[in-house]
């Protein structure tokens, strides 16, 4: 019997002419609950054992109005400031606490004062996506940065993910020159383990004609140590959207949040939140789940003697391997792999396509959304 129906039943029952000693004890409640509800009855009807909001008439953690027009002027005088940078450029314009951006959002939307977001073009055409099964069968990797440390100068982020565990792997360095980029992966091949494919933009792929051997340092080392390197489409930074979406984490959950003195100090503090994304902190993206738990302990590592100088990163000495290109065909049926020119067949324009390069003969594979090898013609042009 719930709560209303045993309220309306110790009335009917008073006023058939039984004692309220007899009535409460018989409903199991207490003096005081019978009298009270006799009361409200008594004042304002059967309506009134329907019972009252126990809501604040005033929430005491309310926003109060002077907060709210200062949220409000704020944005209107930067109509380009999204609701984080209001949040924290709010204690500036007020004395006392200010709320989080969730709430400065909320009050914004409320005041008209925030529009719909942009949707984001997303092509409907089929993409060949890789969908690892397991850990460390695809790692995606981006700089974050530059940023500058007040004092010491520019900085720059190496983000990896294990899109499977969406464990991350994180290193901050002064420049992106190619000795401490090879430093970076050594380390996270040896702590973090050995993938199968790494997955990066464009930027880590533009040296002279990769037709003629002219890879990387960083792919070359990639190719000694049998990992794929695999490049998304130029223009798309979104193919590459768990790394991208941990970026923008990085920066509002940990970068965003202090004050470094200098390079050294940045990294022992992002060294910590590693452990703290990896090991304690729920991710959406796998049931909210933590990453460490879909992260073996036992996996393929690097040893940890290793150097540079045991593998050959001379470009005349490619290991036997390949590297991976998606690419979307253009109107006049051609794809460009780090600037040489391949024409394909013209009724594939707008689609997109795998093209590999396989080394060390450098013979060139390319391949449709379904797996099918289609025919591909070398121009030696550069675009």
């Known amino acids: 019997m719930d709560e209303v129906t045993l309220r309306r039943l110790a009335i009917r029952q008073f006023e058939r002419g039984e004692r309220p000693a007899e009535i409460w004890p018989r409903l199991g409640r207490s003096r005081r609950w019978f009298f009270k509800w006799l009361a409200r009855y008594r004042a304002a009807g059967p309506d009134a054992l329907l019972g009252q909001s126990r809501a604040h008439h005033r929430h005491p953690r309310s926003t109060t109005p002077a907060v709210q027009a200062a949220i409000r002027a704020i944005r209107e005088q930067h109509d380009d400031w999204g609701e984080r940078t209001i949040a924290r450029e709010l204690p500036a314009h007020i004395v006392g606490p200010t709320p989080g951006h969730t709430t400065v959002g909320q009050i914004l939307r409320a005041a008209g004062q925030i529009g719909q977001r942009r949707s984001r073009t997303v092509p409907t055409i089929r993409y060949p996506r890789l969908v690892p099964a397991a850990a460390l069968e695809l790692v995606e990797h981006d700089f974050f940065g530059p940023r500058w440390i007040v004092g010491f100068g520019r900085v720059y982020g190496y983000q990896s993910m294990d899109v499977f565990s969406r464990s991350v792997c994180l290193g901050a360095e002064g420049s992106k020159a190619s000795a401490t980029q090879l430093a970076y992966w050594v380390g996270l091949f040896q702590r973090f383990g050995l993938p199968k494919v790494v997955q990066t933009d464009n930027e880590f792929g533009l040296t002279s004609t990769v037709m003629r051997g002219g890879f990387t340092r960083v792919t070359r080392l990639f190719l000694a140590l049998g990992i794929e390197h695999r490049f998304i489409p130029e223009g798309e930074p979104y193919r590459n959207g768990h790394i991208e979406r941990f970026n923008r984490t990085y920066r509002y959950a940990f970068y965003d949040q202090h004050v470094f003195a200098d390079l050294a100090h ?15 902190r729920s991710h959406g993206g796998i049931g909210y789940a933590v990453p460490a738990s879909r992260f073996p302990a036992e996996r393929p590592r690097l040893d940890s003697e290793f150097a540079l100088g045991d593998v050959d990163l001379d ?27 391949v024409r394909l067949d013209p009724t594939l324009a707008g689609e997109y396509v795998t093209a590999r390069i396989h080394t060390p003969e450098l013979e060139l594979t390319v391949l449709t959304v379904d797996g099918e090898i289609v025919p591909a013609l070398r121009t030696g042009g550069a675009r």
Do not use: C, K, M, S
């Not at 992002?270 to 304690?280: D, K």
């Open 266 to 280: 940045l990294q022992r503090r992002e060294a910590q939140y590693e452990r703290y994304f990896n090991e304690r």
């Open 315 to 341: 470009y005349r000495h490619l290991a036997a391997g390949q590297v991976t290109y998606v690419r979307r065909v253009d109107a006049d049926g051609e794809i460009a792999v780090n600037h040489e020119v």
